[in-house]
């Protein structure tokens, strides 16, 4: 395993100016990470504010705590999933707090470390590598476990559904032909054989793959469930003027997000016809539009450029 862990966070200064951490505020830091965005919140809400940082890597979970060591008075770290925060909270007896952070989807000190099988870029630690893809790998299946046993159809609409991949049928097929499939080069090899050369001619180190690799990535780790429990179960523990901020990195999530978002503010948030009361919405909409990264941050950090930033706040 890799000692270092190498991540730069992604629109540090607008995560701070619509989060609005203040001296004595209790912050959530539902994907912890290295610590990067914490150590900025931490600053803010010192010296009485406490800051609760969840991550299921404990890779993550070490760096932060490096990272963090100056500020362990005022720092909860907890191994888990922020889709449980509703429970996460309650055993550290919070009940209320002022603003939750989300960085979603896969940091690249995973993507960078090959025997966790995120990767797909071709160098030879990377090719070798199994097909895990799990954030813990502690615990659930592995992407060899969906690509080995799934039957062909189901492979089809997971790539189609999570991944955005048009030829999702193609790929699917031969998979199902080349398996069993263990290693991340045996996946990019069926990958290849599914896709035409114009296809792949398009992008430079294998990123033809990625939409697949992201779309196992995703159903291994339950991605699009954790979302919707996270921010459901976050908006219920905020007090009132508590923001949540919510960072994606594809249209697959940041459609689910952008949808949870509209269902919670609402003006009437109940179903015509069933008989049921009329509720006011429960938040609000700090931006119409999401927020995206500066040109200069983007040429800093190339892998910022997909990066929106929506923000809700509980009313």
């Known amino acids: 395993m890799s000692t270092e862990f190498t991540h730069e966070s992604v629109m540090p200064y607008e995560v701070i100016k619509y989060l609005g951490p203040q001296s004595g505020d209790i912050i959530v830091d539902g994907t ?55 429970k996460i909270l309650t055993e550290l007896k919070i009940d209320k707090v002022d603003g939750i952070l989300l960085d979603l989807g896969v940091s690249m000190h995973q993507i960078l470390t090959p025997e966790r099988g995120f990767g797909f870029y071709p160098s030879p630690e990377n090719l070798k590598a199994p097909l895990d893809m799990r954030m ?26 999570l991944g955005d991949e048009k030829y999702s049928r193609s790929i699917a097929s031969q998979i199902a032909r080349k398996r069993p499939l263990n290693t991340v080069n045996d996946l990019l090899e069926a990958i290849k054989a599914g896709t035409p050369p114009s296809y792949r001619a398009k992008s430079l180190k294998n990123k033809w793959a990625a939409n697949v690799f992201r779309a196992l990535r995703m159903e291994v780790n339950n991605e699009l469930g954790v979302i919707k429990e996270g921010i459901r179960g976050g908006l219920k523990l905020l007090r009132s003027g508590g923001k949540m901020v919510v960072i994606t990195f594809h249209s697959t999530e ?8 509209k269902e919670l503010t609402l003006t009437e948030n109940y179903q015509p016809g069933f008989g049921l009361p009329k509720e006011p919405s429960v938040a609000e909409l700090v931006t119409k539009k999401p927020v995206s990264p500066t040109e200069s941050e983007i040429r800093r950090n190339p892998a910022a450029r997909s990066a929106k930033l929506r923000i809700i706040k509980k009313l």
């Open 32 to 86: 912890l990470g290295g610590g990067g965005h914490a150590s900025l919140i931490l600053e803010r809400i010192m010296p009485n504010g406490l800051l609760v940082g969840i991550d299921q890597d404990q890779e993550a979970i070490k760096a932060a705590e490096k990272k963090l060591s100056g500020f362990k008075a005022n720092t909860k770290i907890i191994q888990g999933n922020f889709g449980d925060i509703g």
């Open 136 to 161: 813990n790998p502690e615990v659930g299946l592995m992407a060899a476990d969906i690509v080995n046993t799934w039957k062909e159809k189901e492979l089809a609409e997971l790539f189609f559904k």
């Open 254 to 261: 940041d459609r689910l997000v952008k949808e949870i978002f």
